[in-house]
């Protein structure tokens, strides 16, 4: 499958000079610091997230991942995912900056079970979450949707297409899952840095419409 989505985005055009008597925003003040946001990128054990944001962080991602052994077998079950050896423990940190006032810090969620007691605090202050689904294990996505449907977190799901994996479409993974039609099914491959931006453009494009919707019915509520 092609993903068309380009991470190499064309250098900015210069501002157009203000037209006279027309105010212009003011430029940031010499040394202040950006504005940082941030996304959490979940789903369950295997499915991907570790990957996703060493794929597309402009640093060396900051990674927990530990050796699988004997002792964690009963608590992480390698069905569908045997050639798996690592295991996130706490966290995956990446980092994107947008434009020279915005960055955007990437926590990518531990997937075990044992761990979620984790999410409470990686969640605090986050924009919203892409949720990575394995079409071979897709129950283990239900606990992260779960999780950000309770706290009123906007999120996506990004369907990680494994190699060698079964396809389905958005429609049957929504169906499965049990999401609402307000909620965007894309595709992705973890692996590529133009497909996990692709998806983070999914999200933030989301979360605008979220905004909109919710601008629009608090103004209709104002209105005598």
Same mark, same amino acid.
Request: charged share 20%.
């Given at each position: 499958?092609? !993903?068309v989505?380009?991470?190499? /985005? @064309?250098a900015?055009a210069?501002?157009?000079?203000a037209? @006279?008597g027309r105010?212009?925003?003011?430029?940031p003040?010499a040394?202040?610091p950006?504005?940082?946001?941030?996304?959490? *990128?979940?789903g369950?054990?295997?499915?991907?997230k570790?990957?996703?944001?060493g794929? *597309?962080?402009?640093?060396?991602? +900051?990674?927990?991942?530990?050796?699988?052994?004997? =002792?964690?077998a009963?608590?992480?079950?390698?069905?569908?995912v045997e050639?798996?050896?690592?295991?996130? =423990?706490?966290?995956d940190f990446?980092?994107?900056?947008?434009d020279?006032?915005?960055?955007l !810090? +990437?926590f990518g969620?531990p997937?075990?079970h044992?761990?979620?007691?984790?999410?409470?605090?990686l969640?605090?202050?986050? +924009?919203g979450?892409?949720v990575?689904?394995?079409?071979r294990? +897709? /129950?283990d996505c239900?606990?992260?949707v779960?999780?950000?449907?309770?706290r009123?977190?906007?999120?996506? *799901?990004?369907v990680?297409?494994?190699d060698?994996?079964?396809? !389905?479409?958005?429609?049957?993974?929504?169906?499965?899952?049990?999401?609402?039609?307000?909620?965007? =099914?894309?595709?992705?491959?973890?692996?590529?840095?133009s497909?996990?931006?692709?998806?983070?453009?999914?999200l =933030?494009?989301?979360?605008?419409?979220?905004?909109? *919707?919710?601008s629009?019915?608090?103004?209709?509520g104002?209105r005598?």
């Open positions: 499958m092609a !993903y989505n380009d991470c190499d /985005a @064309p900015p210069p501002a157009p000079a037209a @006279p105010a212009t925003a003011p430029a003040a040394g202040a950006p504005a940082t946001l941030k996304i959490l *990128v979940a369950g054990f295997g499915a991907g570790t990957t996703f944001v794929a *597309v962080s402009e640093i060396e991602p +900051l990674s927990t991942e530990e050796l699988l052994s004997g =002792v964690g009963g608590c992480d079950p390698l069905h569908g050639e798996k050896t690592t295991t996130t =423990v706490a966290l990446g980092r994107i900056t947008l020279e006032r915005h960055v !810090y +990437l969620t997937g075990q044992r761990f979620w007691f984790l999410w409470e605090e969640c605090a202050g986050a +924009l979450a892409v990575l689904a394995d079409t294990r +897709l /129950a239900f606990p992260a779960d999780f950000f449907e309770r009123g977190i906007g999120f996506i *799901v990004a990680n297409e494994f060698g994996g079964h396809r !389905y479409g958005p429609d049957e993974v929504r169906e499965a899952v049990g999401l609402g039609p307000e909620v965007p =099914v894309v595709r992705c491959d973890a692996r590529l840095a497909s996990g931006t692709g998806a983070l453009a999914a =933030v494009r989301h979360l605008l419409c979220m905004s909109a *919707v919710s629009s019915s608090s103004e209709s104002e005598p």
